[in-house]
C-alpha cells in the first residue's frame, strides 16, 4: 500500500509545532531499526509505529504500544531529541498527522481515560510471539488480552471516542492502515 500524502509534506522543527500539536494527533515513524524493517516489510508500509499525542503540564507526551515497554507514556521531546536515552534523535522520519473528526473535550477524555486503563501493560514472551504471528504470518488477530501491537492501542483508544480506522481484508490494523485512512490528514514531518 503506498501512501501519497504525506509526499512532500513541510518538514519542521519540533520547537515550532509544539504550540500547534492537539490531544489525539498522531505520530507516525518510519524507523531505521530492525524491527521497523520487519514491521515495515511485513505490513507492505512505509511506516512502522504510530502512536498518539497530547499537551499536558507545559509537555506533550505520547502515548504508544512497543515491544521492549508494552503500553506507555513517554515525552514527545524524547524522541526528537534523546529516543532511547542514547544521546541522539529517533534513526528515522517522524510524522504528525490529525483525524479530521473533531475531538471535543469529551471525546478527549474517553480516548485518553481508555489509554490511561491500559498503561504499563506488559508483554510477555507467549504474546510477543503472537504478536509476531499477527504481523509477519497473518495468524490470529487481536482479542481481548489487553497487550497490543502499537496500531491495535491506538485503535482501541479511538474507538472510545467513536472513531473507527480501517484494516486490511484479513481484519488486522497496522500503521499504515491509520495513515491511509481518508479521514487522516498528515501535517509535518518532525525534523530529527
Not at 73 to 97: H, I
Amino acid at each position: 500500500m503506498a501512501i501519497r500524502h504525506f509526499d512532500g509534506i513541510a518538514r519542521r522543527a519540533y520547537q515550532e509545532i509544539r504550540s500547534e500539536i492537539r490531544t489525539g494527533d498522531l505520530l507516525l515513524a518510519s524507523g531505521n531499526y530492525p524491527v521497523s524493517h520487519i514491521i515495515r516489510h511485513f505490513s507492505d508500509s512505509m511506516f512502522s509505529h504510530v502512536g498518539f499525542v497530547f499537551p499536558w503540564n507545559n509537555r506533550i507526551l505520547l502515548l504508544e504500544s512497543v515491544e521492549d515497554d508494552g503500553v506507555r507514556a513517554v515525552p514527545l521531546s524524547q524522541y526528537v531529541e534523546d529516543y532511547e536515552c542514547c544521546g541522539k534523535g529517533y534513526d528515522g522520519r517522524l510524522f504528525m498527522a490529525r483525524h479530521k473528526a473533531p475531538i471535543s473535550n469529551e471525546a478527549s477524555e474517553r480516548i485518553l481515560s481508555k489509554a490511561a486503563d491500559e498503561l504499563n501493560r506488559k508483554y510477555d514472551k507467549e504474546e510477543i510471539g503472537r504478536i509476531l504471528a499477527r504481523v509477519t504470518l497473518g495468524l490470529g488477530h487481536h482479542g481481548d488480552n489487553r497487550a497490543y501491537i502499537c496500531s491495535e492501542f491506538v485503535d482501541v483508544c479511538f474507538q472510545a471516542a467513536g472513531i473507527i480506522f480501517p484494516r486490511d481484508d484479513r481484519g488486522f490494523i497496522f500503521p499504515e492502515h491509520i495513515a491511509a485512512d481518508t479521514n487522516v490528514t498528515p501535517l509535518w514531518e518532525i525534523a530529527v
